[in-house]
């Protein structure tokens, strides 16, 4: 059901300050001889050439000293991951394969997916914590892989930097070729969703730090709602989310019964849905305003059927929600196949007509293996000098 993690995260001996907190940044600072009286100062000042600017060198910092420059340099960084490989989908949205800088940075490197989905109105990133996934879900080609470890704070923090980077979305700087501006002239990244490889809840501390930082007034500013958790249903977790995040709450339901939850997400034989579904309906700040997404994807002759719908309604009786419907989306070896689309547009109806908002999802990125419950990357099958070149395209376009 849950996956061991078969490897520890082991710090360079040159660390990174993305991710930390003002309190361990000021820490950090502290331990190279800044003065106590200075310390709010200069956490002030490299958080905002970090998180406002977008800062990728200390020598970039041109509000803080040339000494003090110079040995921020000596002993830290700003790196984030590294783009070992792009794919661009007819859609525009786009995958990037993230190599993590650290002590993996050689011959077998730990590497994150990361996808970025522009939309008319927004631009959604989706960010990965764990390298692998926790879980085994049948329906998702990224529960097939092994798990290998948890992400830190700053490795997911460093995939929105990456992303800003890579799209030119800091103040001042070239927005990427090809990349789609939202019709309101804002940021490029101005949602960020919880969804890329890994259970979320199952690195809560990590999680919660990062999306601390992402929603940071002071720094990239990205709303709380605008960004949401989504979990395959770690019950004991998802109040701490409510109360120590404040995110929006996604679950990934996608069975109405236990005994199909079970094999479709087994983490339900330890977390079925009465009990899930009583976590949700006590989510801190749950409201008509702050509604729990529910996620359900449409697999044909296993939980499309309009009694299903019917149960999914009553199931969900009482608690403010969305109900996201998901087209599957085949990957090889897959053994479900997708609903038709008369089918899904019934069972929308069903749950449209009880009064929930029952988007179906708009399949992005299938063509680059980018959507919902692909992210297991074909690169990792290339050649070395393949996936160099890959690498090479993608720092040139």
Known sequence: MEKTPLERYVPPAKPSLVGLSRPALAQALGSIGVPERQLDMRVSQIWHWLYVRGAQHFEAMSSVSKDLRAILAANFTLARPQIAAEQISVDGTRKWLLRLPGEHAGENPHEVECVYIPEADRGTLCLSTQVGCTLNCSFCHTGTQRLVRNLTAGEIVGQVLLARDRLGDWPGAKISEGASVPSDGGRLVSNVVMMG?????????????????????????????????????????????????????????????????????????????????????????????????????????????????????????????????????????????????????????????????????????????????????????????????????????
């Open 197 to 397: 490889m890994g259970e979320p809840l199952y690195n809560f501390e990590a999680v919660r730090d990062a999306l601390l930082i992402v929603a940071d007034g002071d720094g990239i500013s990205i709303s709380k709602r605008r960004i949401t958790l989504s979990t395959s249903g770690v019950v004991p977790n998802i109040a701490r989310c409510g109360t120590e995040i404040g995110v929006m709450l996604a679950v990934s339901l996608h069975a109405v019964r236990d005994e199909l939850r079970d094999v479709l997400v087994p983490l339900n034989r330890k977390y079925p849905i009465r009990d899930l579904l009583a976590a949700c309906r006590a989510y801190p700040g749950l409201s008509n305003a702050r509604r729990i997404t529910f996620e359900y994807v449409m697999l044909e002759d296993v939980n499309d059927s309009l009694a299903d719908a019917k149960a999914l309604v009553r199931l969900l009786a009482g608690i403010p929600a969305k109900i996201n419907l998901i087209p599957f989306n085949p990957w090889p070896g897959s053994r479900y196949k997708c609903s038709d689309w008369d089918r899904i547009e019934r069972f929308s109806e069903v749950v449209f007509n009880a009064g929930y908002a029952s988007p179906v999802r708009t399949p992005r990125g299938r063509d680059i293996l980018a959507a919902c419950g692909q992210l297991k990357s074909a690169t990792e099958k290339l050649s070395a000098r393949e996936r160099l070149a890959l690498r090479a395209m993608a720092m040139t376009d």
